[in-house]
């Protein structure tokens, strides 16, 4: 009787595969099985998958105001089935797994939004199919609108306005949409939004100070549902105050009176006004005031008949006042007047307003931090920083007695002191640039630049910090004595430390007639122009990038020298002396070129002033041409 051996299943208990497996040695001893191969142990395990499941629909209906999504598919009825691998996905979403032994599933979705799913059969052995084909399908579009946003809070500054409003919690909110108008009235249903925003925030840019603006919010759903309108919110962008000009006229300040911690001032007049008006002059009377802790300001309010302190900023800031001066008890008074006053790191209100700072006076006691500035023309005695961070200076982590600290670089050669002194770097004494690094590195000395060794793959010089990418010059195109140029790009370091990238059109329009036509790229454009009056193309924002002479006289490298490899690249090279053991030229042009011989390799035309040539012979390796040069007269043998 044959022995019949089922495979082994996955999940199987062990005392029945221990069974499946006393039988096959069973039968291979009594030799009811034969020989037993190893096919006939693979055949004990379960390796078949089984069939990919088939009939896969998605439907959906809105049940009680909610979305329901059906999944459904065939029933599989393989004995060996266990369970269906199903993933959904909402949208371009991730795909969400689960395992079920059902041949349905159902989930609450959003309306009108498409979900995907596909699955595939798992065997008891742990085998799967392949995933049938993805089904995607449109949920059913609701008819309720989400509610309308609440809580809108608007603030302004000098350039924007930044709102914000509470979230709306529906779970199909598709998006917020914003209306703006200078106008007081509701917009209608059917306006057009402004701008549309995925958050519950937005951010209005690029305004002028002193702009009036109202706006509206309104959430929208995925079935296109759209709230009411919010109520209105409105805000005007800031206006900086004119600078206050003012002067005190016999008007004098004694700390330190009394028990010593009393400020008195006399009887006087103050000038004020705004900068480039005619100033008023306004009589004030004596006063005094206590200091008890903290700072005590002394100010002005324009127009007041005297002068008043406080120490609220928030007093100080709503009253607009100009402050005259600082006191904190004994002696220890700071005359401002006005001007702009940093305390510790506080910059105070009224002394400095602006998102753009230009100062012809500044008072600044205590210490100032200043983020991401600009500065230009600046003129700085002596500068005294542990860290010195800008586009052009770099500092860094530097390894000091076994810790790490920010310093100036000399710290970590000899704990020295860096110096920037005009025309020169010194760090420490007798330690300078050219040794702190590397012994003959690079030494900078005013305008001079020594080297030890300079190693680069390529140096252009000339270019003024352009990167010229795709610009190819071309003469007699598209007619003769004319220049043309493809398009390409030009990058540089902006004003803004960022690099400023220009799209340049191609150009075919720059003519020769006379003279020497320069082809120049102007600082922003996007277009190459050219001209011949010199003083338009040596301007101070423009670089000259070519000139052309007509015919087939262009230089596309004018004014720049590049060094690659062992090849030189230049306009002109002038030297009193030029030793080269070759010259490879389409043309050579001199004043005077004295020699006892000339080689040429390939010589098509040589152009001469006999009395300023001398020569022996000039002759053409090939032995095609040989020229003779003998008292004022040429004679040609063709061997």
């Given at each position: 009787m044959p022995v019949v051996i089922n495979p082994i299943e996955n999940g199987e208990s062990g005392l029945s595969i221990r069974e499946k497996l006393n039988l096959l040695i069973a039968g291979a001893a009594t030799g009811a099985l034969g020989s037993v191969t190893p096919e006939d142990i693979a055949a004990l395990i379960d390796t078949t998958p089984p069939a990919v499941p088939e009939g896969l629909t998605l439907t959906s209906e809105i049940v009680d105001g909610v979305t329901?999504?059906?999944?459904?598919?065939d029933f599989n009825s393989e004995g060996d089935f266990l369970y269906y691998d199903f993933q959904v996905k909402e949208g371009d979403g991730s795909w969400i797994g689960l395992q079920t032994s059902a041949e349905i599933y159902t989930m609450a979705a959003k309306p009108n939004v498409a979900?995907?799913?596909w699955l595939r059969a798992v065997d008891k052995s742990g085998n799967p199919s392949l995933y049938c084909a993805p089904v995607t399908h449109t949920t059913a579009a609701d008819d309720i609108p989400p509610a309308m946003p609440i809580g809108i809070q608007i603030n302004a500054g000098l350039e924007s306005i930044w709102i914000t409003w509470i979230a709306n919690t529906e779970s199909d909110l598709a998006r917020y949409e914003l209306y703006e108008s200078a106008s007081n009235a509701t917009p209608l249903e059917s306006a057009t939004p402004s701008h549309t925003t995925l958050a519950n925030n937005f951010v209005r840019a690029g305004l002028d100070m002193g702009t009036a603006l109202k706006f509206w919010v309104r959430a929208v759903d995925t079935s296109g549902n759209v709230s009411p309108w919010s109520t209105v919110a409105n805000a005007t962008t800031g206006e900086l105050r004119g600078e206050i000009k003012v002067a005190l006229i016999g008007v004098t300040f004694a700390p330190g009176q009394d028990t010593g911690?009393?400020?008195?001032?006399t009887?006087?007049?103050?000038?004020?006004?705004l900068s480039g008006d005619e100033p008023t002059i306004q009589a004030l009377p004596s006063g005094q005031v206590d200091w008890i802790s903290g700072t005590v300001y002394v100010c002005y309010v324009p127009g007041a008949t005297e002068i008043t302190t406080t120490t609220s900023l928030t007093q100080l800031y709503a009253d607009d006042s100009v402050i005259l001066a600082i006191y904190r008890g004994g002696t220890d008074l700071q005359l401002v007047l006005g001007k702009a006053f940093t305390d510790g790191g506080l910059?105070?209100?009224?002394t400095i307003g602006a998102n753009q700072l230009v100062a012809d006076d500044a008072v600044i006691t205590g210490s100032a931090q200043i983020a991401n500035a600009v500065i230009e023309d600046a003129h700085i005695t002596d500068l005294d920083a542990a860290k010195l961070i800008a586009g052009t200076t770099m500092t860094g982590e530097i390894l000091v007695n076994g810790a790490y600290r920010i310093d100036n670089p000399a710290a970590g050669v000899n704990l020295g002191s860096t110096k920037i002194l005009p025309g020169s770097i010194s760090i420490s004494t007798g330690v300078d640039l050219s040794n702190w690094i590397a012994g003959g590195g690079t030494y900078i000395d005013g305008a001079m630049l020594s080297v030890g060794s300079v190693t680069a793959e390529k140096a252009v010089f000339g270019q003024r910090g352009l990167t010229i990418e795709g610009l190819e010059f071309e003469s007699n195109k598209p007619a003769t004595n004319r220049v043309a140029w493809s398009a390409g790009t030009i990058k540089y370091i902006g004003d803004d430390g960022n690099i400023a990238t220009f799209n340049i059109a191609s150009g075919s329009s720059a003519i020769w007639t006379t003279g020497t036509l320069y082809v120049y790229y102007v600082k922003g454009g996007t277009i190459l122009a050219a001209t011949t009056t010199?003083?338009?193309a040596f301007q101070a924002d423009r670089v000259v990038l070519a000139t052309y002479k007509g015919g087939l006289d262009l230089v596309t490298d004018y004014g720049r020298t590049i060094i690659d490899g062992s090849h030189i690249k230049t306009g002109s090279v002038d030297t009193a002396q030029m030793k080269a053991n070759s010259i490879t030229t389409l043309l050579l042009a001199a004043g005077a070129v004295t020699a006892d011989r000339l080689d040429v390799t390939a010589l098509s035309a040589i152009s001469a002033d006999l009395g300023t040539v001398t020569?022996?012979?000039l002759q053409n390796v090939a032995g095609t041409m040989?020229?003779?040069?003998?008292?004022?007269?040429?004679?040609?043998?063709v061997p």
């Open positions: 329901i999504l059906t999944i459904a598919w979900y995907s799913a911690n009393r400020l008195e001032w009887a006087g007049n103050i000038s004020f006004g910059i105070l209100a009224q010199v003083a338009t020569t022996g012979l040989i020229i003779d040069l003998d008292a004022g007269f040429i004679s040609i043998a």
